[in-house]
């Protein structure tokens, strides 16, 4: 396989578009120079290959991350996928095609610049999806709980397990805005569900929803010790980009 | 006291639970189940953290803070002129329950004042965890501090309803129980500890036997005791700690720094500076108890009663016993390891299992993520030492490795001491855990 086809993917953005984009480059036998967006503003030297998302192509690809590498590399590119990472789709696309050479041994390639950028990228998901775990808020909408988050990373396929079987007697939204992606809960039949929308617009928030966040933020002002008052390991600990999300901060 | 709104209710009892300082939500793991509120993680979670930097883990109010009680160090003895409130078990319920579902909490943390007295307060409290849990379907962290003095039967009651468990030591010693909190005695105080350790280790038997029967305080006990209100040395303390840990069982010891809320004669003029080193070396020393295979007696003794302020316990161990000194990274024992300044459980772990493939040295190291700063000092790879220093002047090492600026430069302690109290959860990743 070499290097540096004079030539840009585009795809669609979805896993399994990305998924497709590995068996182009399979098939090629080369790697592209980059790769895109389908919507992406125009302006680039290279000649453009738009690749078609396949399903039954993507599902493939997916199963053969498993069986001709290893469940680990696998679970590595889905989660992969998620972060944000400078040249993500091209970092995930060399080590797949290193995995397919190198077979399971590829995940501990740990010094190879690829694998590590794709660790510390790895690092940063769970990392930030742990803070989501502590510092999502909910707001009760009347009939169903809805956050907002503004991640980093795609937190969101992370962090909506925990909250479905936590809330299981209710109904549930998340909406990342930095990426356009939302997620339902329904808890009649436990439906779960994975949606894309620009934005999402919540209902005003009711007189009892506004009645627990003032108490919330009296006891958040209250639990405080005076004598003890620490901004920067409070900062420390919570990082201030979450912040503007949580409800105590809101006033 | 009918008249006060929640709101009210809500700013005093926080402000009297404040100054308790286990808020972990640690211990036990639970998934979720239908129809019931919430989940338990084993790790805990913290929910935000206070302007005091302190994480908020749980709902941690009192029940009432209406206190028959004459505790002189408290702001709720019944001899202060301060407002009183008590939570109907309704209003506790919701809070919790609404507070939970915006993930603003990972539970309760409910403690009381004596109200009347010790069984009418359980009674009390029973009654709210009982609606919590039975009729609100409330499935997530519940930690319930026992009241000393009350009878068995209803710390029992309670044990069934919490996950965790905590009776407060209150002070160091017998002496200042009698002197500051004349109504509590040790008796009153351990005589519910050893009756929930008991109830957990006939739990842990019984859940064995039968997978489904009811769990008696899965999270285990706790306690707390006050530093500074009264004259015990660090040794007295620590030692105490070591005691209770190995007589009851306990999952931690909380220490909280003194802080002056009311005047009196037998206690610290009120605009004394909580001790926060103090408190801080006291969570360093706890660690090294916990995790590193010390015994109380090694880190303090009779012609060292106090903490070195510049030192923190384990350096100040390895300076002071050079003789064990240098170790040999590839094959000194693990336990040995873990005494080496700057060599935490992490790091000592990764050596242990890198050093089976292949003979380290200070390169390798790094790569491992060893910090060397304070290390160096003490250790030798293959014979190889990386000191800059000569290390046979203790005196010399102390000086490298010591906290400079603590003791020299008068700064402000909290503003300096970046990681007093239990800061995250009782996980490795504490920040004291790499000393
Ligand atoms: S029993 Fe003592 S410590 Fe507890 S609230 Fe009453 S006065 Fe305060």
Avoid at chain 2, 286 to 294: A, H, K, T
Wanted: proline share 6%.
């Amino acid at each position: 396989m070499s290097d540096g086809a004079n030539i840009v993917y585009r795809y669609d953005g979805t896993y399994q578009g990305f998924l497709c984009c590995v068996a182009q480059c399979f098939f090629d036998k080369k790697l592209p120079q980059g790769v895109q967006l389908l919507d992406e503003p125009q302006g680039t030297l290279f000649g453009i290959k738009a690749v078609d998302t396949d399903e039954r192509l993507a599902a493939r690809v997916e199963r053969s991350l498993s069986v001709r590498i290893s469940p680990l590399a696998q679970d590595m590119v889905r989660k992969g996928f998620l972060c944000c990472m400078e040249d993500k789709e091209l970092r995930l696309i060399r080590f797949i095609l290193k995995g397919y050479r190198n077979g399971a041994r590829v995940t501990k390639l740990s010094v190879d610049p690829d694998v590590h950028a794709i660790d510390k990228a790895l690092l940063y998901l769970k990392n930030e999806a742990h803070y989501h775990v502590e510092f999502m808020r909910f707001a009760d909408c009347g009939g169903f709980l809805a956050s907002m988050i503004t991640p980093n990373n795609m937190v969101l396929p992370l962090v909506a397990p925990h909250f479905c079987e936590r809330f299981n007697t209710g109904n549930l939204v998340i909406f990342d805005k930095t990426h356009g992606m939302g997620f339902v809960y329904q808890s009649a039949g436990r439906k779960r569900e994975f949606f894309q929308a620009d934005s999402l617009d919540l209902p005003e928030p009711s007189e009892e929803e506004t009645h627990f966040q003032e108490l919330w933020r009296l006891f958040y002002d209250t639990i405080a010790v005076e004598g003890r008052i620490n901004p920067a390991l409070r900062r420390g600990n919570m990082p201030i980009r979450y912040w503007q999300n949580m409800t105590e901060f809101q006033r | 006291m009918s008249e006060l709104d929640i709101f009210k209710k809500l700013e005093i009892l926080t402000d009297a639970a404040k100054y308790d300082v286990a808020c972990t939500s640690s211990g036990v793991d639970r998934p979720g189940m239908e129809g019931k509120l919430g989940t338990a993680a084993k790790a805990g979670i913290c929910h935000s953290f206070a302007a005091d930097g302190r994480c908020i883990s749980l709902l941690k109010v009192l029940m009432s803070n209406d206190c028959a009680f004459d505790c002189t160090y408290c702001v709720n003895r019944r001899s202060t002129d301060c407002r009183r409130a008590s939570f109907t078990p309704e209003e506790l319920c919701e809070l919790t329950m609404q507070f939970y579902r915006r993930n603003y909490i990972e539970g309760l943390f409910l403690s009381s004042a004596v109200v009347k007295n010790p069984d009418y307060t359980c009674e009390l409290m029973l009654s709210a965890v009982k609606m919590l849990r039975d009729d609100c379907g409330f499935w997530g962290y519940v930690h319930i501090k026992a009241i000393p003095g009350a009878s068995p039967r209803l710390t029992e009651q309670l044990g069934r309803y919490a996950d965790r468990m905590s009776v407060n030591i209150e002070l160091p010693s017998q002496q200042s129980l009698k002197l500051l909190a004349p109504q509590k005695s040790k008796e009153k105080i351990l005589t519910p500890m050893a009756q929930i350790r008991d109830g957990i280790a006939q739990n842990s038997r019984e859940i064995v036997k039968y997978k489904a029967a009811p769990r008696f305080v899965p999270a285990g006990q706790s306690t707390q005791m006050i530093i500074g209100a009264s004259p015990e040395s660090d040794r007295q303390i620590l030692d105490l700690t070591e005691a209770l840990y190995k007589k009851y069982s306990l999952k931690r010891v909380f220490f909280s720094a003194y802080m002056p809320v009311v005047s009196d004669r037998a206690l610290p003029a009120i605009d004394t500076p909580p001790p926060l080193l103090r408190e801080h070396r006291l969570y360093q020393a706890d660690w090294l108890l916990r995790f590193y295979g010390f015994t109380a007696g090694e880190i303090l003794d009779e012609e060292h009663p106090d903490f070195n302020p510049l030192l923190d316990p384990k350096c100040n161990w390895a300076v002071n016993h050079m003789e064990h000194f240098p170790v040999e990274i590839n094959t000194a024992p693990y336990e040995m390891l873990l005494r080496v300044p700057g060599i935490g459980v992490k790091s000592a772990m990764r050596i242990r299992s890198a050093r089976r493939q292949c003979r380290l040295d200070f390169d390798g190291l790094k790569k491992l993520g060893v910090v060397l700063k304070r290390a160096r000092y003490f250790i030798v790879c293959s014979g190889k030492s990386a000191s800059p220093l000569p290390t046979d002047n203790p005196a010399v090492i102390a000086g490298a490795i010591s906290e400079r600026g603590l003791g020299q430069r008068k700064v402000d302690p909290p503003e300096q001491l970046s990681f007093f109290a239990p800061v995250r959860e009782d996980g490795v990743k504490c920040l004291t855990g790499q000393i």
